[in-house]
Nanobody, 115 residues
Framework: QVQLVESGGGLVQAGGSLRLSCAVY????????MAWYRQAPGKQRELVAAITSGSSTDYADSVKGRFTISRDNTKNTVFLQMNSLKPEDTAVYYCKVRLLSGTYWGQGTQVTVSS
């Protein structure tokens, strides 16, 4: 059984910052790619940022220069530092990890940016 526990969402004013965390628990031998997705109301879920086991990163164009993804392999945790937040960043943010046993999603955490 694998469980992803997300935290760090909330309400923030435009221009503010938030840091999301996602910890992975369970039968874990190694974690390949870790990623953050988001889904705004009425829109499809989209990739925000991803980080490989070798720490290569990829970002959506809309967040480049503002968001930073990182991981702590000793704690099986991935982070998303979000700076200069905009109202259009408002969404439910989901963590996704790829393990040898398959792909797993977190329950989602709400991020709301007020103007």
């Amino acid at each position: 059984q694998v469980q992803l526990v997300e935290s760090g969402g909330g309400l923030v004013q435009a221009g503010g910052s938030l840091r999301l965390s996602c910890a992975v628990y369970g039968r874990i031998f190694s974690i390949n790619t870790m990623a953050w997705y988001r889904q705004a109301p009425g829109k499809q879920r989209e990739l925000v940022a991803a980080i490989t086991s070798g720490s290569s990163t990829d970002y959506a164009d809309s967040v480049k220069g503002r968001f930073t993804i990182s991981r702590d392999n000793t704690k099986n945790t991935v982070f998303l530092q979000m700076n200069s937040l905009k109202p259009e960043d408002t969404a439910v943010y989901y963590c996704k990890v790829r393990l040898l046993s398959g792909t797993y999603w977190g329950q989602g955490t709400q991020v709301t940016v007020s103007s």
